[in-house]
């Protein structure tokens, strides 16, 4: 029987990262990204959708993305989806998909370099 859970997903981050380190002392970070699609509907009116994931990031790809993930900055995510379920307060069954990242590709100016241009500093920044 095939198994195969690989994503790619591309998009804009959602909000600045949380991180932390969990009980066994790793480190974890969590982001969200958007992925807007642009289509034209049956009647002709131009539409657009938005499909929000929940991304989290472990070890050293979880420190890398602490530094360098903020929001609005364009990301690729490659990993494996996972579906989280829970109870919401109304007591209706919530489900997400969750990327877990093995791989981040930073899009477009990191914020640490536009920091560093806007305060006339040096402009290399090292991982």
């Known amino acids: 029987m095939l198994s ?6 591309g998009g804009y981050v959602t909000a600045d990262p949380d991180s932390r380190y969990g009980t066994a002392g790793t480190r974890v970070t969590k982001f969200g990204v958007g992925v807007n699609r642009k289509f034209t509907d049956g009647e002709g009116a131009q539409r657009e959708e938005v499909c929000f994931v929940d991304v989290v990031a ?3 790809l979880a420190e890398v993305c602490a530094e360098y ?6 990301i690729v995510v ?6 989280e379920s829970w109870n919401g307060r109304d007591g209706a069954k919530r489900t997400k998909i969750v990327l877990t990242a093995r791989s981040v590709s930073f899009l477009g100016p990191d ?17």
Do not use: I, S
């Not at 490659?78 to 579906?83: K, N, P, V």
């Not at 914020?111 to 991982?127: D, K, N, Q, S, T």
């Open 111 to 127: 914020r640490a370099r536009e920091e560093a241009r806007a305060a006339g500093g040096p402009l290399g920044v090292v991982v």
């Open 4 to 9: 195969v859970n690989e994503w790619t997903m």
């Open 58 to 60: 472990f070890g050293r």
């Open 78 to 83: 490659h990993g494996r989806a996972t579906l």
């Open 69 to 74: 993930v903020g929001k609005g900055r364009p």
